[in-house]
């Protein structure tokens, strides 16, 4: 269906479904007709690609993806844009709209029922208050997909798109690092939705890495070495985890200093390999319980 950001077209469609936004979704639809097919176009929507889609609003980008795509499936959270969105899909015979929480989906189960013999790519328009759970969820689960593009609030696009040992880094950018390559593709001005948010947001793109950049030996003390490095970011490094993981801080010094590091070193001037060294050190020393 076209002029799905068409202002009109929306308020005609929301007044004959009896739709209303709702502020606990997150839900601020697209109306700038430019935005939808760049993110299609630089989200691998293509020939020999099944694109899962997140959150479909009334399915402004899924008419882009489908039109590109060999298979779009869309998982939207909100039961009542379900009859809205057979009226504005209709005319493709390439989706399926799952009405579920992403959440709590099995998408590798999805991949293996929808996308046999595809390339599998993720787009979105991410609510605001979930943006860093859902791209960990989608990063953590290891799934078979090539790409990940999202618009985001443009505060947390320019974070999770730094690099790590830069002053914007946290806890969520050295793990986006860790399994993907990140990219800002393009930013976008609140007025380009319905309802206008309070702030800009931009498209970031998260190549997925065939491995990680560095080894680690255990992940998971690897992450929460990572997180407790972060947790309290006015304080250095060492004491940083010492108080997080709960270590003496003698201890954490030894293993700064076993990986060539200063112990005032703070977080956010470590690389990803330094973090990495630490860890290592860390867990050879087997302090972290």
Do not use: W
């Not at 702030?199 to 992450?223: A, H, N, Q, W, Y």
Request: glycine share 6%.
């Amino acid at each position: 269906m076209d002029n799905l950001t068409n202002i009109n077209v929306i308020k005609d469609i929301f007044e004959r479904h009896g739709f209303t936004f709702s502020k606990a979704l997150g839900q601020n639809f697209i109306i700038n007709p430019s935005i939808c097919p760049k993110i299609a176009e630089m989200g691998n929507a293509k020939k020999g690609f099944g694109i899962i889609e997140i959150g479909t609003g009334v399915g402004v980008l899924t008419n882009e993806l489908a039109k590109r795509a060999d298979k779009v499936v869309a998982v939207e959270i909100d039961d009542r844009l379900i009859p809205i969105l057979r009226e504005t899909l209709s005319e493709y015979d390439n989706v399926t709209v799952i009405n579920a929480d992403v959440m709590k989906t099995d998408l590798a189960a999805v991949i293996s029922e929808h996308f046999e013999g595809l390339e599998v790519a993720v787009c979105a328009n991410l609510p605001y208050y979930i943006t860093s759970p859902i791209i960990m969820y989608l990063l953590e689960s290891r799934l078979p997909i090539r790409s990940v593009t999202v618009m985001v609030q443009k505060e947390a696009g320019v974070r999770l798109c730094a690099k790590p040992g830069s002053r914007e880094c946290g806890a969520v950018t050295a793990a986006v690092n860790f399994y993907a390559e990140p990219k800002l593709l393009f930013n976008v001005s609140r007025g380009s939705f319905m309802p206008a948010p309070n702030v800009d947001s931009c498209v970031i793109r998260l190549d997925i890495r065939e491995k990680p950049p560095v080894e680690v030996t255990d992940e998971k003390f690897f992450f929460q070495v990572v997180r407790g490095a972060f947790s309290q970011r006015r304080k250095n490094l060492a004491n940083s985890l010492s108080s997080s993981l709960g270590m003496e801080k003698a201890a954490v010094i030894g293993a700064i200093r076993a990986a060539g590091l200063s112990e005032n070193i703070r977080p956010e001037q470590l690389s990803l390999q330094q973090l990495a060294d630490v860890s290592e050190q860390l867990y050879k020393m087997g302090e972290v319980k």
